[in-house]
């Protein structure tokens, strides 16, 4: 292939481009996902982003970001391409200056239904927060140190983050460094995480499989 010149100079030849291979297309039936995103009273949150991510990196999934769809005017989304799995899926929603508190956890054996809350980051609370027997809810205190006492912090930011780089439930500490978070499953959770907001240096924890947990976050 021959580059083009300008006014008339010598043109000089160059290598063909490489183009980059495609992701592979997965013969895994595809299954639909939909909701609602809303506020904890109930009012529609338009424009969240929603996404389905696999609890694992392998599998009928390409790569670990999962598939996704915007919320409408009516807090509405559907995702109409997630792989079908029998395993658990996270369905996420996040919007600037919002959380989701509680985990959103489902099996895609066929079309499924998914509602999410999310809460504005001024308005989480660490308590009331909706419990069910097949999950169980982690709180605690993130604080720092001084001179020996433990000083809160608040409005650190506080998650599970299950598979690297990929946030499934989180929320801000209150005034007393407190948080809590709920929808969690009640084996094993890796990949707790406590920062202070904008500082990207996370503190991470887990806690054995069980019911409801506390665990306490102290950062530097």
């Known amino acids: 292939m021959l580059a083009v010149g300008c006014g008339g100079d010598a043109v000089a030849p160059i290598s063909p481009s490489v183009t980059a291979p495609s992701p592979p297309i997965s013969s895994t039936p595809t299954v639909t996902v939909s909701g609602q995103v809303t506020s904890p009273v109930g009012t529609p949150i338009a424009a969240a982003r929603v996404v389905v991510y696999p609890l694992r990196l392998w599998g009928p999934w390409y790569g670990p970001w999962g598939r996704g769809s915007d919320a409408d005017d009516a807090g509405r989304y559907r995702i109409t391409n997630a792989p079908q799995d029998p395993d658990a899926i ?8 919002y959380v989701q508190q509680c985990a959103k956890i489902v099996a895609l054996s066929t079309d499924t239904n998914a509602d999410l809350t999310l809460t504005r980051k001024e308005d989480v609370v660490i308590a009331a927060l909706p419990r069910s027997a097949a999950t169980r809810q982690i709180s605690g205190t993130v604080y720092t140190l001084r001179d020996n006492v433990r000083a809160p912090v608040a409005g650190a930011w506080v998650g599970w983050e299950p598979v690297l780089d990929t946030v499934i439930a989180d929320t801000i500490t209150d005034s007393q460094g407190r948080y809590r978070l709920c929808g969690l499953p ?21 806690t054995a499989a069980g019911g409801d947990a506390t665990v306490d976050f102290e950062l530097p």
């Open 90 to 97: 996270f369905v996420r929603a996040w919007k600037d200056g």
């Open 186 to 206: 009640i084996d094993r959770v890796n990949g707790l995480f406590a920062e202070r907001t904008g500082n990207y240096s996370p503190v991470y924890k887990e």
